[in-house]
């Protein structure tokens, strides 16, 4: 056992005697997980493992063994996989802790054992504490292998073995990792596993703890809690700037908070190590115990292979502490077509503050624009054929409404374009406050809004509106409308297409559709399908490197995986990108490498750290345009706002669509519905727009009379407080500790340009009490944003304290 040691570091005395002091690395303590094992989740060698309760395992030369290093905590794996149980399936079991301890983060390695597109699952922890108060933590479970999102984990597997070992699953398997933030209120006394679900099963292979510092606290007790170089990049003075991406905490428990033992101004974060300059220093203003901050630092000069030393400083220049021997991944200057070079690239530093961006799905459906109620409009194609007959909604209706000798490809002539204006569409997009939309460019029924060279004449260039859509929407965007990114969306596969044939899987099975009314011919033409040799070589893979190269989009939003050239689309992708001094991502469905997750017309429960983006249709059921959905079903402002606050609070986008119709109008409905958001933004946006989720939590634990909880976001200098219903009885009740100092001011975001501070309290517990003029609460619709700005005083006889432990 190490011994504890206390050190203190005064600025006024420092100045002159003292020299910066190392900080003390994140701490972290093994539970003891093995008492619990009741699964083997790997065969090896003969040795046949059930690890989902149908035969399936992992393929156990591919796992790692013993000690496995992820994100500064040292995990326990088995040091022989196949010899025995290696993990727990979680069925409400209760680890108790030997000595109770303050925690500040909870780890684990984990995955769900169910499959197919079923990919996220929710299980919840109980912690308790040693006064018996009580903690839920949600945990958003990714299962081992699913489709057709592809989500890796930091443990992948090519595949995994089926029935008993006798045959492979070729989809890539992986184990996961958890990192969440535990309430330092109280020293935590045992944690009782999520209850077991029949339609998936949580399976647990290692966990730790990382204990907060409980020493008499005269100061702050910081670490450094990360430091990853990515693959995000910033001009500075001409020159490429990498980020490096810090993650600052402060170990103290919460329940300490006070002025003595936070950070409350200016701490400058600088990178030093062999070459290695700082250009753009990382800012910290504000760390209260139990909370963490996360900075880019932007550097040239880093060497992979290295080590890099970080330092802060606070304020007055004087350094605080070090911390010594962080790994160096150099900014990368060309992509290679293999996973290992490819997954470094990560979502950029723009599509992380934009939040919320427009999709658009517009296409040949837009013409019939019909489905029934929890359908997609845009699969009307595939429904009319699936079954052919009365079984079928959108069959009966086809037949009612244009007859049996009317074929979906008759439609394309229909899809005229005739009342397209790019610039109304950006001009709405704008003011309706997105940063970003995607525009599909291809959907399933294989009919393109681009050119598409001489891959297919099945394009609204050869056909239809003989317009190429796509560029018109790009150009004007780029011209009038700078700021707002562009995206294209892509479907990999084509139902009917006949090349798609021996690619063909599930509802994607290539090969010309039958008509559906048995009348003559017996297949159905596949309009402006050309002759070629192969549908990934000469269709698929081409249109995706003329959307990249020739269109320049900055969002490759794949949809349905499948069969691919994908690792070769994107190293072209992003070497394009960097090659012409902008910064693109992809999305998880592309079938490789993903950048960013795409759960669709759901949102997690709980903070994600890595990139995530919801994308759901205005209409409650579908993308394309839905004629017999009425509009008071489509989200409005309330449903948009509080949706979109909801996502970004835990580190997501949001992607909301809107269907046009096949003239190009975007009803009246869906702008007036977009407009109300936008209005919203225009004053509430710093709430929303270049922020952070809380570390501690992504809403209101507790809220009470049957309120929605409020939401929290973060900037540097500042913390919103997003409630979701009115305040009552003239004041807003928060039931949760907040990073909050006296001093700082709140002021709540309303329309008028005039804003004065409200005045706030907090009681006995920590809660916080904010005093709100009913004059106020009426001005506003949707929700109710609250800003507190920090205020921040200079150092003066400020200690900095650590511990090192065992």
């Not at 030369?61 to 496995?68: A, M």
């Not at 090519?158 to 070992?165: A, H, K, R, V």
């Not at 624009?369 to 086809?398: D, F, G």
């Not at 002759?531 to 949809?559: K, R």
Request: charged share 15%; hydrophobic share 35%; net charge negative.
């Amino acid at each position: 056992m190490k011994t504890n040691k206390l050190w203190i570091a005064l600025p006024l005395l420092c100045s002159t005697f003292c020299a910066a002091e190392e900080f003390p690395k994140f701490p972290f303590t093994l539970l003891p997980l093995e008492p619990f094992f009741d699964n083997q989740a790997a065969s090896v060698n003969g040795s046949i493992a059930d690890f989902d309760g149908q035969g399936n395992s992992f393929d156990g030369q591919f796992l790692p063994v013993g000690s496995y290093a992820y994100d500064g905590i040292t995990y326990q794996l088995p040091t022989i996989w196949g010899t025995g149980n290696d993990n727990v399936i979680a069925n409400s079991q209760t680890l108790s802790l030997s000595n109770s301890t303050f925690v500040h983060e909870l780890h684990a390695l984990y995955s769900g054992d169910n499959s197919g597109d079923a990919t996220f699952t929710v299980d919840r922890f109980m912690l308790t504490f040693l006064d018996g108060s009580t903690q839920t933590l949600t945990l958003e479970a990714s299962n081992w292998w699913g489709w057709p999102d592809l989500n890796p984990g930091i443990i992948q597997t090519p595949y995994s073995l089926q029935t008993n070992g006798t045959s492979k699953n070729f989809n890539h398997t992986s184990i996961f990792q958890w990192s969440t933030a535990v309430s330092s209120e109280q020293p935590l006394t045992s944690i009782t596993f999520p209850e077991v679900n029949p339609g998936h099963r949580l399976h647990l292979f290692s966990m730790a703890f990382s204990p907060s510092n409980n020493s008499v606290a005269d100061g702050p007790s910081l670490v450094v809690r990360r430091a990853r170089f990515t693959s995000r990049w910033e001009m500075v003075n001409n020159t490429r700037a990498q980020a490096v991406h810090i993650t600052i905490a402060n170990l103290l428990p919460t329940s300490s908070l006070s002025f003595n033992t936070s950070v409350n101004s200016q701490h400058t974060i600088e990178i030093s190590g062999p070459g290695i300059t700082t250009v753009t220093p990382g800012m910290v203003y504000r760390l209260v115990p139990g909370d963490q901050a996360r900075v880019d630092v932007l550097i040239t000069g880093s060497t992979t292979g290295s080590n890099a030393t970080i330092t802060i400083k606070n304020s007055t220049g004087k350094v605080v502490g070090t911390s010594t021997g962080w790994p160096v991944t150099a900014l990368l200057t060309h992509y290679s077509a293999d996973t290992a070079s490819l997954s470094a690239h990560e979502t950029p530093t723009w599509w992380r503050k934009a939040k919320y961006g427009i999709f658009i799905h517009w296409g040949v459906y837009s013409y019939p624009a019909w489905a029934p109620p929890s359908e997609y409009a845009e699969w009307y194609n595939y429904y009319l054929h699936n079954p052919p007959n009365s079984s079928s909604p959108t069959w009966v209706h086809h037949l009612a409404t244009y007859g049996q000798n009317i074929l979906y490809d008759d439609f394309i002539s229909d899809f005229t374009a005739s009342k397209f204006n790019a610039s109304a569409w950006l001009d709405l997009f704008d003011r309706a406050g997105a940063k970003y939309f995607v525009q599909v460019t291809k959907h399933h029924d294989g009919f393109a809004l681009f050119d598409t060279g001489n891959t297919t004449n099945r394009s609204s260039v050869i056909l239809g509106p003989k317009r190429d859509l796509l560029k018109e929407l790009f150009d004007t965007a780029a011209a009038e409308k700078p700021h707002i990114h562009r995206g294209t969306y892509y479907s990999l596969p084509e139902w009917f297409n006949p090349d798609y044939a021996k690619y063909g899987f599930g509802e994607w099975p290539g090969g010309l559709a039958r008509n559906p009314f048995n009348t003559t011919p017996t297949f159905e033409p596949y309009t402006g399908h050309l002759d070629i040799s192969d549908y990934i070589e000469d269709l698929q893979y081409p249109h995706m490197l003329t959307l990249a190269t020739q269109y320049n989009t900055e969002i490759m939003w794949c949809d349905i995986g499948g069969p691919n050239n994908t690792l070769d689309f994107a190293a072209e992708f992003y070497n394009h990108a960097l090659a012409n001094g902008y910064q693109v991502t992809m999305n998880n469905r592309c079938g490789a490498v993903p950048d960013f997750n795409t759960p669709e017309y759901e949102t997690f429960n709980s903070i994600q750290t890595s990139s995530w983006e919801s994308n759901e249709g205005m209409d409650p059921f579908s993308y394309g345009l839905n004629t017999a959905t009425n509009a008071s079903e489509y989200k409005n402002g309330t449903t948009i706002i509080q949706t979109l606050v909801d996502i970004v609070s835990k580190n997501g986008n949001f992607l909301l669509d809107i269907g046009p119709t096949a003239e190009g109008e975007i009803i009246a409905p869906m702008a007036d519905n977009l407009l109300e958001a936008g209005v919203w933004l225009e004053y509430a946006g710093d709430c929303v727009y270049d922020t952070e989720y809380w570390f501690q939590t992504s809403q209101d634990p507790n809220p009470q009379n049957g309120l929605a909880p409020a939401r929290f976001t973060t900037t540097p200098t500042t913390f919103c407080i997003v409630a979701f219903d009115a305040p009552t009885e003239n004041e807003l009740v928060i039931h949760k500790r907040l990073p909050l100092l006296p001093g700082d001011a709140i002021t709540l975001l309303t329309p008028g340009k005039n804003q004065s501070s409200l005045a706030w309290s907090t009681d006995s517990s920590g809660n916080l009490i904010i005093n709100v003029p009913a004059s106020m609460v009426g001005e506003i619709q949707y929700a109710w944003a609250f800003k507190a700005t920090y205020n921040l005083a200079e150092p003066s006889d400020l200690y900095y304290i650590s511990q090192q432990y065992d």
